[in-house]
């Protein structure tokens, strides 16, 4: 008897840990809560990637807008970027792109190669700034009200069912 449950243990603890994992597969989901949710945006101080200005979370009060974090190095941003460009060009939300942690050779790269649909980049070269914003990794997306309070975070791909259902109805209100 002794034997038998020695060599059935491990089979049975295996199995446990495959239908666990199966389980909490079915149930994921990338909605991290954020505590910035409904606060003001934290203080910043960016140089854009292009335009050789430093703007600052002022410079955008007055406008809905969207802040998509992204690198060059991060495969599922090149996923959602023809996404973040359809949303760009519908017009209906001002896109800022955030280029975290990227040298500016490989970010004009990128974007060369895959178009620039954002109507300012800001340049969080070292990622401080993205700390301040509870940033995990990208790609991540913000939406901010005129009042530059944060109304909305996503952490992953942002898709056309997403924009269609939770951000048009949201931007349409805050656009009120």
Known sequence: MKKVLIAVLPLAVFVTLVVLLYVNMGTHSERLPSPLVGKQLPVFKLNTLYSGK??????????????????????SCRVEHPVISDLAQSGVVKVVGFNWK????????????FGNPYDEILVDLKGDVAIDFGVYGAPENFLIDKNGVIRYKL???LTPEIINNELLPLIKELNQ
Request: hydrophobic fraction near 40%; include cysteine; glycine fraction near 8%.
């Open 102 to 113: 990227d040298e500016f050779v490989d970010a004009d790269r990128w974007l060369k190669q």
């Open 155 to 157: 952490v992953g791909n």
């Open 54 to 75: 430093t703007l600052t979370q002022d410079d955008f009060k007055g406008q809905v807008w969207l802040m998509n974090v992204f690198g060059s190095w991060c495969p």
